[in-house]
């Protein structure tokens, strides 16, 4: 009996996709780092993926975690606010930014994985998941990267809260120029992205 199930397998192969275009388009993600080993064994998992697959799982990703977290802030942060701090005005910075990074680890930590599996499921066909055997160490290889997307959302929480509080402390208004810097950062992200999975696609 295989140590991990066919639709782990395949959501594995598909994140395996996403980290060597990544490596192959000379980017590193902090906090997601392998042995050759594991480079070796992710390889081949993401070989069978082809760009158009690859593509349409990004896609369908994208859109199923905006769904799940407009639902999380609808359905949790909201009504958590305002039962929590029924007079906006006597809320203390420190309350509501410990609720904010709460529901967003919720979100985060809940609902990625949840679009991942799905976004998984509707992308790969059939044809790529014959493609696709699984090996000793892959369940010891998913786990790792349950881990690492946990701490990073851990970590990303974490920081939220004293950086609110920083933000509101100091009443630092940057404007226009937080939007400015996180579209360029996605921008960056999304050509890099890109240019390794059709570089890898060229050297087949």
């Not at 996709?17 to 780092?33: E, R």
């Not at 066909?125 to 369940?139: E, I, K, N, V, W």
């Not at 790792?144 to 402390?169: A, D, E």
Request: one cysteine or more; aromatic letters at 10%.
């Amino acid at each position: 009996m295989s140590e991990i199930s066919s639709g782990t397998l395949v959501r594995l192969a598909m994140w395996c996709k996403n980290m060597t275009a990544i490596k192959d388009g000379k980017m590193d993600w902090p906090g997601f780092s392998y042995s050759d080993s594991e480079w070796e064994r992710m390889y081949a998992l993401a070989a069978p993926v082809t760009y158009g697959t690859y593509q349409k799982y990004v896609w369908i990703n994208a859109v199923i975690f905006i769904v799940i977290a407009a639902i999380g802030i609808a359905v949790i942060f909201m009504p958590a606010a305002i039962f929590l701090f029924p007079v906006p005005a006597e809320t203390s910075a420190l309350k509501f930014s410990l609720l904010l990074a709460g529901c967003a680890f919720l979100i985060l930590g809940g609902g990625l994985p949840i679009s991942l599996r799905i976004a998984s499921w509707l992308a790969v066909d059939a044809a790529t998941r014959a493609q696709l055997a699984a090996a000793p160490g892959d369940a010891a290889l998913d786990s790792k990267v349950s881990w690492q997307i946990n701490r990073i959302t851990l970590i990303m929480c974490g920081i939220l809260v004293p950086g609110m509080l920083v933000w509101i402390t100091y009443d630092i208004n940057a404007g226009p120029i937080v939007t400015v810097i996180k579209w360029v950062a996605i921008g960056l992200m999304g050509v890099s992205t890109a240019a390794g999975v059709q570089k890898q696609r060229k050297q087949k």
